[in-house]
């Protein structure tokens, strides 16, 4: 069985700062993921993977790869393709005291599973008047950007956020993947874990130690102040990217990472944006009812008075997600993104 | 790399087997999905098999007029580890471009 993914990990280089070691590693996100998932595997005996191609294979985007051989197929191991079956499993492992980490293979697939998350998942410590905690992490390749086909590109989030007894939490880059996965991983509660396909192969620094970098909240990835660029996931890259073109035209703008999109960090948003006093909340999501209404709630409530214009959203539309072909027309691109921050900058109160 | 072996299908309404007639790719060739890979015949008709997904061909199984049963080996890929299994593909990274500027005048009150 190979382990290729992580033993391809550039070499990690492992530096003596002032007072104590610092342990610094560039990794794609998948190799975070992985190197995530074994460390859980190993620290926590009653932990176990499951789903669709899971266990031999290594899972479709080889985020499981190698943990099977390592961990044997009692921990790490294939499902039918029902994934029904794999949240309704997950259940019962919960019941019996395991700490269940399925994989829903695309954020599409889950549709056939909503049932079990919302009826069951979701609310069963509540009905069992806390007898019975779901620590489940539930594993969702999601949102697009890979050209993939229909159910392969869809952004869940609203929907999952909306479910009381739900935590949902999308990582940015590998460094968030490692740590916002082991958090998850330790949880009471159920988290759903809503991985950014588009980034998986994108390598960054994972600082493994950390400290001092909760896993909890918000997280400003660059900072400025004209303007709170607020995004999860993939758009997280691309906000960044827009901020270095921004600062060209001489606009100064902050990156925020939403990170948990249930709870959400009202006291981080309206940290950023009491300083910046202008927002554009970004995601791949349709429109309608999107997570971007509620950030835009949230930052009216707390800045109000200060704000310079209404916070715009950039968000996909409000269609199916449409083939691969006309994914760079849905999906919020740079473009679309300046054009948002541009309605922001030039708003006059009437 | 990974390997990745594709066995005989059920080519249609409970055939057990599969003679082949003609391998259409040798060892060796990189071949792209839905390429013809091999013509089999059942008991009811000749058929192209399409590949099921991009990769190089390590292994063939069965020369003309060997029968293989369905669910055994037919032929094995290797595909590089990360994007072995992938729907979609890998998405590249490119330079940003923009065609819009921002124009603002900002009062620093």
């Not at chain 1, 489940?136 to 229909?150: D, K, N, W, Y």
């Not at chain 2, 595909?79 to 923009?98: F, L, M, S």
Request: charged fraction near 25%; proline fraction near 7%.
């Amino acid at each position: 069985m190979s382990n290729s993914i992580l033993e391809s990990t550039s070499g990690e280089s492992t530096a003596m700062s002032a007072d104590k070691p610092v342990s610094v590693t560039v990794m794609s996100m998948q190799q975070a993921l992985n190197r995530a998932l074994d460390e859980v595997l190993a620290e926590n005996p009653k932990a176990v993977i499951f789903g669709e191609d899971c266990g031999r294979l290594g899972g479709v985007f080889r985020i499981t790869d190698g943990l099977q051989a390592r961990h044997g197929a009692q921990r790490v191991f294939d499902t039918p393709l029902a994934e029904s079956g794999i949240l309704g499993m997950s259940v019962g492992l919960a019941m019996a005291g395991f700490h269940p980490i399925p994989e829903v293979q695309f954020d599409g697939f889950a549709y056939p599973a909503i049932n079990q998350i919302v009826c069951q998942i979701a609310r069963m410590n509540y009905r069992s008047r806390g007898t019975m905690p779901m620590p489940i992490t539930l594993r969702v390749p999601s949102f697009g950007g890979i050209r993939a086909p229909e159910h392969h590109g869809e952004s869940l989030e609203a929907l999952f956020a909306h479910v009381p007894g739900l935590k949902v939490v999308s990582p940015s880059n590998p460094h968030e993947a490692y740590h916002l996965l082991k958090y998850a991983a330790t949880r009471p509660d159920p988290v759903i874990f809503m991985e950014p396909k588009s980034r998986y192969w994108q390598k960054g620094e994972v600082d493994f130690a950390a400290d001092g970098d909760a896993p909890t909240g918000s997280k400003v990835m660059r900072e400025g102040r004209h303007l709170t660029l607020v995004a999860w996931g993939a758009m997280v890259s691309r906000c960044l990217q827009v901020a270095e073109l921004a600062a060209e035209d001489g606009i100064d703008i902050e990156v925020l990472d939403l990170r948990w999109l249930k709870p959400i960090d009202a006291a981080g948003l309206a940290a950023s944006v009491r300083k910046t006093r202008r927002a554009v909340v970004v995601h791949e999501a349709p429109l309608t009812s999107g997570l971007g209404a509620e950030v835009a709630q949230l930052i009216t409530q707390s800045c109000f008075d200060t704000l310079k214009a209404p916070v715009e959203r950039v968000t996909g539309f409000d269609v199916p997600y449409p083939s691969g072909d006309l994914e760079d027309e849905y999906i919020p691109n740079i473009d679309r993104i300046l054009f948002g921050i541009q309605r922001v900058l030039e708003y006059k109160r009437g | 790399m990974a390997e990745i072996s594709f066995p005989l299908p059920d080519l249609g309404e409970g055939l057990i087997e599969a003679t082949v007639l003609e391998w259409l790719v040798s060892p060796g060739e990189q071949v792209e999905r839905n390429q013809p890979l091999v013509e089999v015949e059942t008991t009811k008709s000749a058929v192209e098999l399409p590949s099921p997904q991009a990769g190089k061909v390590v292994r063939i199984h069965g020369g003309p007029g060997d029968k293989i049963n369905v669910g055994e080996p037919l032929i094995v890929f290797e595909v590089p580890d990360n994007t072995a299994g992938i729907v979609g593909t890998v998405p590249k990274e490119e330079a940003p471009k923009r065609r819009v500027r921002l124009s603002a005048v900002l009062d620093e009150d």
